[in-house]
């Protein structure tokens, strides 16, 4: 009978910890110009609408730059999520991270992550030779990873 409340209580532990499951289905760097982004409510003054995705810049007032499409399925929804962005440019050897904060919605969502204005300075050519993405909660915990083979070394 004793072991029936650790029994228990591991149930309700795992189901917990897969109650916030958060799934990153894919992630798609790419060069995008201004033009992609064009809507017709653009024309007469109407603030962009993206339909299902949500679309967040680094500088919000420039559209082009190299964007991250990121299709998410989360299980619950997350208020306080963030996306952090590292990416290491061929001009320099640090790596410079970027955060996006947005909730998760309880669902499959497709997030377009752009690095644009002067985060992206290099042009339509120029990818990234290395990059991760992360999926933070609001308290810091990592819900979801994904990176590029060159973002490290692999195991030895």
Do not use: C
């Not at 999520?81 to 909730?103: C, H, M, Q, W, Y």
């Amino acid at each position: 009978m004793r072991a029936l409340p650790a029994v228990l209580l591991l149930l309700v532990l795992a189901n917990f910890v897969s109650a916030a499951e958060v799934e990153l289905i894919r992630v798609w760097p790419a060069w995008h110009n201004e033009e992609d982004f064009e809507r017709i409510g653009d024309f007469f003054g109407i603030p962009a609408d993206h339909g299902r995705e949500v679309v967040l810049r680094t500088h919000p007032e420039s559209r082009a730059g190299y964007y991250f499409l990121v299709r998410v399925k989360s299980r619950d929804a997350i208020a306080a999520a963030k996306f952090e962005v590292s990416v290491i440019r061929p001009d320099s050897l640090r790596p410079e991270t970027f955060t996006f904060a947005s909730p998760l919605r309880a669902r499959e969502t497709v997030y377009q992550l752009g690095l644009t204005g002067t985060d992206w300075p290099t042009g339509r050519k120029v990818h990234p030779v290395a990059w991760k993405l992360t999926v933070l909660a609001g308290d810091g915990r990592v819900l979801a990873e994904q990176k590029s083979f060159l973002w490290e070394r692999p195991a030895k």
